[in-house]
């Protein structure tokens, strides 16, 4: 059974910067695409970044060049370095890996972006 335990949420002023973790469960997480996903209030869950088992990463457009996807297959974690936040960065992010067609998700961490 995989788990997957996120970290690192909280409250920042726009313009400032979080680092979320992503600690998975397991020998496998270095074989594996893992993905960062958000959801807004009111709004559909949607990816917000992904990255491969080769380290090729992939970005939403509204987060490229201020959010950074990275992974340390030796410590199973996964992290999502945010800057330069911004208000409609504020959401409820989750942390996935997907192994064939089944999804593992985290419990989520709350990330709020105001002043």
């Known amino acids: 059974q995989v788990q997957l335990v996120e970290s690192g949420g909280g409250l920042v002023q726009p313009g400032g910067s979080l680092r979320l973790s992503c600690a998975a469960s397991g020998s496998i997480f270095r074989l594996y695409v893992m993905g960062w996903y958000r959801r807004a209030p009111g709004k559909q869950r949607e990816l917000v970044a992904l990255?491969?088992?080769?380290?090729?990463?992939n970005y939403t457009d509204s987060v490229k060049g201020r959010f950074a996807i990275s992974r340390d297959n030796a410590k199973n974690t996964v992290y999502l370095q945010m800057n330069g936040l911004k208000s409609e960065d504020t959401a409820v992010y989750y942390c996935?890996?997907?192994?064939?067609?089944?999804?593992?998700w985290g419990q989520g961490t709350q990330v709020t972006v105001s002043s």
């Open positions: 996935n890996l997907k192994i064939g067609v089944v999804n593992y």
């Open positions: 990255i491969g088992n080769d380290n090729s990463t």
